[in-house]
């Protein structure tokens, strides 16, 4: 499932062949992906800015007409399970699943909305703020210092591993980079939510950013579905130090690595350094 890099690896490789271009066409291919009626606008328009927030990538459109004709708005997509966008040659045939297609002339070039599963999900919005994908997702991953996770966190008995992948309190983080982030800042997935202390909130917050970073540098990680959006494996999952690695040695202290079956997914992490007491 993509997370917070891969989709922000996607923003950036689309960008260039986007933003300020003439876009001819938005051609919606399916119904029963779109989180509202509205669809999009058939008047010439121009790509403009592209925003991430969370696993969410935010396409902004403006109007190419000065007569007033046209606003400008947006459309969100949320990846979901199998999500992704793709720059195809305008004339190379259709790929199955391709739900939505943008006509980019200059480019030559079809930017193509594909998911096989469906769990994504589209919209069209005047503004992200007045988005309903958006309307109830918590604050961007790695806009999140220690005290504001502290503060999130601070309320809850959930643990952890579950807190930090609610996308209601903070938006970004599935499976993968929640194991990574954990282990990196040696606390236990089972830990109270609620229990950090404010050190270890910015510990926690310190591993989240470094982690995304590095991820993001990297390509992403190429898991299951996600490739980089040319095609090319994402590089993170070379740097994965529990992620997919039971039994393996852990590399801080070298005892087998641990894997736990938890509301039916899979959950890695080290027994000794992530806080015995807890796990
Ligand atoms: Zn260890």
Redesign the pocket.
């Known amino acids: 499932m993509p997370e917070l890099p891969e989709v922000e690896t996607t923003r950036r490789a689309i960008l260039p062949a986007f933003t300020g271009r003439k876009v001819a066409s938005i051609t919606p291919l399916r119904q029963d992906i779109w989180a509202s009626s509205q669809r999009p606008p058939s008047c010439p328009l121009t790509g403009g800015e592209i925003f991430r927030h969370g696993k969410t990538l935010i396409l902004s459109f403006l109007p190419e007409t000065t007569d007033g004709q046209g606003h400008p708005f947006s459309l969100l997509s949320r990846f979901g399970m199998s999500g992704r966008w793709d720059r195809r040659p305008r004339r190379a045939p259709r790929l199955p699943h391709t739900h939505l297609e943008i006509l980019l002339p200059e480019e030559e070039l079809v930017l193509a909305w594909s998911d096989p599963r469906r769990f994504g999900r589209l919209e069209v919005s005047p503004s992200p703020r007045e988005s309903i994908l958006l309307s109830d997702t918590g604050p961007d991953a790695l806009d999140l210092d220690g005290p504001a996770l502290r503060e999130i966190f601070h309320p809850l008995t959930t643990p952890l591993r579950k807190a930090l992948t609610d996308p209601a309190l903070l938006s970004g983080i599935g499976n993968i980079y929640m194991a990574e982030i954990l282990f990196d800042a040696g606390l236990s997935p089972f830990r109270p939510a609620g229990s950090l202390s404010l050190p270890e909130a910015c510990r926690l917050s310190q591993s989240m950013h470094q982690i995304l970073e590095l991820a993001i540098s990297v390509g992403g990680s190429t898991i299951h579905s996600y490739r980089q959006e040319d095609g090319s494996p994402g590089g993170y999952q070379r740097y994965h130090a529990v992620y997919g690695r039971e039994g393996l040695p ?1 590399i ?2 070298g ?1 087998p690595l641990q894997r736990a079956t938890v509301e039916a997914r899979s959950l890695y992490f ?1 027994r ?2 992530q806080t015995r007491s807890y796990s």
């Open positions: 852990c801080r202290c005892l080290c000794f350094c």
